[in-house]
């Protein structure tokens, strides 16, 4: 699938796989510019680019595990989503659940972007039909 991309910032890096496209479902993500992310607090961190994403499909943005993992740093919002008529710059929302300030640098990897197929919906009003589970939910399984 070939899809449109502009650097709008000179140092704007192009999303791309770790391992290669059969490997890897996401794409690294990376700022653009340094971004001190104090804790306790969200912050937007620009990647420098815009995309152009086909009609019926949207780009889902997820946390990088290994940012999770060390330093607390996810997304409060994951995964967010780019909308196939959004043409507005790439900013990933970057949330400091540590103790300590962490800086983010230009060039830094700082989310994963999968493009995924959706189906558009039409809400067709009527009374449902009886299932099995019926309303239970929210541990009705059991453990």
């Given amino acids: 699938m070939r899809i449109r991309i502009q650097r709008i910032h000179e140092g704007a890096i192009l999303p791309r796989y770790a391992h290669g496209p059969g490997e890897d479902a996401g794409m690294d993500l990376h700022a653009v ?7 306790g607090v969200a912050r937007l961190v620009p990647t420098g680019l815009t995309l152009e994403l086909p ?18 740093i996810t997304m409060p919002n994951a995964p967010g989503t780019i909308d196939p008529g959004y043409r507005g710059e790439l900013r990933v929302i970057l949330l400091n659940l540590g103790a300590a300030p962490y800086t983010i640098h230009a060039g830094d990897r700082i989310a994963q972007l999968v493009v995924a197929r959706y189906e558009a919906v039409e809400w067709e ?7 099995a589970r019926g309303s239970g939910g929210f541990g009705s399984s059991g453990r």
């Fill in 125 to 131: 009003e009527d009374v449902l039909r009886e299932s």
């Fill in 33 to 39: 510019e340094a971004v001190t992310l104090e804790p």
């Fill in 55 to 72: 009609p019926g499909y949207e780009g889902q943005v997820r946390p990088r595990s290994g940012l999770a993992l060390k330093h607390a």
